[in-house]
């Protein structure tokens, strides 16, 4: 009989350290601003709540198993092939479904130092090793991913833009990353945020996909599209990835609610302009107010901002954090990240950045100059 008393699970999952959401409660009393978790302050689409209402009377009927209505509706807007657009519940599970499919023990998995925290879950998930690239000025550095490439590597992530420092790299810097990897290593770029970006050197990577065998591009309706709470995400990729990712996928891994709200979304163009136009007026106003605060700001194209704080007693990001939560003002953690020192802010509605701004501005006056 097996000396072992109970299940032991395999090497690498012991190793994962839980995903923790941000904060998102306040203490009794005090209006709550949750500004953690890079969530629109402007809602969903009335259409896509009008579409998901539509679906609950028939909740006993299971949801297309292909999210067909869903796929076709990115496919037009982007001008796509269909067939090539995989949907799952949240680009998370897409991310895990590719180092499903590609990783196995001893194979490596790269991302850059402060990339997303589910690419370290999901390579280790998947039985892989994680790799680890230090970025240059909060910046993933093309070169140094390059020189950690070995034979056993399978997959880059690279989040473009980068939560949670709001980085990005212009285009060229993709294609010279994407020209410098072998061709039996998949190039995944996350570009949850890119609806936000207003950059001329920046592209989410649907050209690269196009022209490629080993890229594939995730994206999110998280962010922009105000449908978080739903779970829905979609990725294009060459046809052999896509086969691949399905044959793993589980059958109903979106449910009616979320295709039927994703697709009337994808036609709301104005709604996502107003999400895209209140962040282009509201991230430069909040990345000035705090650098006038004296407080260091990582420039961002994301709906969110990296304020840094001093290694100082009293002074610190934790301590900003404690001041913030007592007025209802939650931002997010970053120390997972290796961020100890900084906060990352969501851009939320007019009254919460206000808000953040001068709750930071009397924190600042109390404690000592940054």
């Not at 869903?70 to 949240?90: Q, S």
Request: with cysteine; hydrophobic share 45%; proline share 6%.
């Amino acid at each position: 009989m097996s000396a072992a008393l109970r299940p032991v699970p395999r090497p690498g999952v012991l190793e994962i350290e839980a995903y923790v959401p941000g904060k998102s409660a306040a203490p009794a009393g005090v209006k709550l601003h949750k500004l953690s978790s890079n969530e629109t302050p402007l809602g969903p689409s009335p259409a896509a709540v009008s579409a998901m209402r539509d679906t609950a009377a028939h909740l006993e009927l299971y949801p297309d198993g292909s999210s067909t209505a869903l796929r076709r509706a990115i496919a037009a807007k982007y001008g796509l092939d269909p067939e090539r657009i995989v949907c799952g519940a949240g680009s998370d599970e897409l991310l895990s479904l590719l180092t499903y499919a590609y990783l196995g023990a001893g194979d490596e998995g790269i991302y850059s130092q402060y990339g997303f925290l589910v690419y370290r879950i999901a390579i280790l998930a998947a039985g892989g090793t994680p790799v680890v690239v230090p970025e240059r000025d909060h910046t993933a550095d093309v070169d140094a991913i390059l020189r950690a490439v070995t034979p056993r590597t399978r997959i880059v992530y690279l989040a473009n833009p980068n939560n949670p420092t709001g980085t990005y790299l212009p285009f060229d810097a993709v294609r010279r990353l994407h020209a410098g990897l072998p061709g039996n290593v998949l190039l995944v770029l996350d570009a949850a945020y890119a609806e936000y970006v207003r950059r001329n050197d920046y592209a989410a990577g649907l050209e690269l996909v196009a022209e490629s065998e080993n890229v594939v591009m995730t994206r999110t309706f998280s962010k922009a599209y105000g449908l978080a709470a739903l779970r829905i995400g979609w990725m294009v990729a060459p046809a052999a990835v896509a086969d691949a990712v399905n044959r793993i996928r589980g059958p109903f891994n979106l449910s009616a609610a979320a295709i039927a709200a994703g697709t009337a979304a994808v036609a709301d163009d104005a709604h996502i302009a107003a999400a895209v136009a209140h962040n282009e007026e509201w991230l430069p106003k909040v990345s000035r107010a705090l650098t006038d605060l004296g407080l260091a700001v990582t420039p961002s194209v994301g709906n969110f901002v990296l304020i840094h704080f001093p290694d100082t007693p009293g002074r610190s990001a934790a301590d900003a954090d404690a001041f913030l939560t007592a007025r209802g003002l939650i931002l997010r953690r970053v120390a997972a990240y290796g961020l100890p020192n900084a906060l990352r802010m969501t851009i939320g509605s007019a009254e919460a950045n206000e808000a953040v701004v001068a709750a930071l501005g009397d924190f600042v006056r109390e404690r000592g100059h940054a």
